[in-house]
């Protein structure tokens, strides 16, 4: 969806740098996900945020880091990259109301560690 | 912990063939999706089932969600060149989406 927006869309960078992935959204919805793609394994959950006040960890949250600094927009961060985190990163929304609404996705960003 | 666990990983077919991908969970689900994923795309959410046995359709693709809300299937009738992509289920329990690992379809023409 354009209306959930993921930069940049790829990334090289060496072992050791810190790296911030932005995650913007149009669609007005409180709850963003960020999920890393692996192939064969699917889509993992990393962090996830109800709202600006509330986040949670998911299955794998080490290494990783997360700031929501508006309802539209959600950042991951990896304090200092390790070659294991090459993959690609999904962040996606969905709505608060009823229960687990279907999520929208970014175009994703595709991360290589050297 | 909660796991999802989908088969086949990959399924090659000659256009006109059916085809079927499985899920199945640790526990009981809330509900679950279904969402497509066209090479070098994204995640695009299908359809959602809720309630013990459902059964929905959608043109040649039909989703079931099993008795017990631990199982479902995705079924295409008569596949198309267009359905190549890769399928994944996402069971939801605990405020949370546990995403099975994914088929790959292949629809040789």
């Known amino acids: 969806d354009a209306d959930v927006t993921q930069t940049p869309r790829n990334r090289i960078t060496k072992t050791g740098k810190r790296i911030m992935l932005e995650c913007s959204q149009t669609k007005g919805h409180d709850r963003m996900y960020w999920y890393r793609q692996d192939p064969g394994l699917g889509l993992r959950l990393i962090y996830y945020?109800?709202?600006?006040?509330?986040?949670n960890k998911g299955e794998i949250s080490d290494g990783y880091s997360v700031s929501r600094q508006a309802q539209a927009k959600f950042s991951l961060s990896l304090e200092s990259a390790i070659p294991n985190q090459t993959a690609l990163y999904f962040c996606?929304?969905?709505?608060?109301?009823?229960?687990?609404?279907?999520?929208?996705f970014g175009d994703g960003t595709r991360l290589s560690i050297l | 912990g909660q796991q999802v666990m989908q088969i086949p990983q990959y399924q090659h077919v000659q256009e006109g063939e059916d085809f079927t991908t499985y899920c199945n969970s640790s526990t009981t689900l809330s509900n679950i999706q279904w969402y497509k994923q066209r090479p070098g795309g994204h995640p695009v959410f299908l359809i959602q089932l809720v309630k013990s046995g459902e059964v929905k359709k959608q043109k040649r693709l039909t989703f079931q969600f099993g008795e017990a809300k631990k199982n479902s299937s995705l079924h295409i009738t008569a596949t198309q060149t267009t359905d190549v992509g890769t399928y994944f289920c996402a069971g939801y329990n605990f405020n949370k989406f546990y995403f099975g690992s994914g088929t790959k379809l292949n629809v040789k023409p």
């Open positions: 945020s109800f709202d600006v006040k509330d986040i």
């Open positions: 996606a929304t969905s709505e608060k109301t009823g229960m687990g609404q279907p999520q929208h």
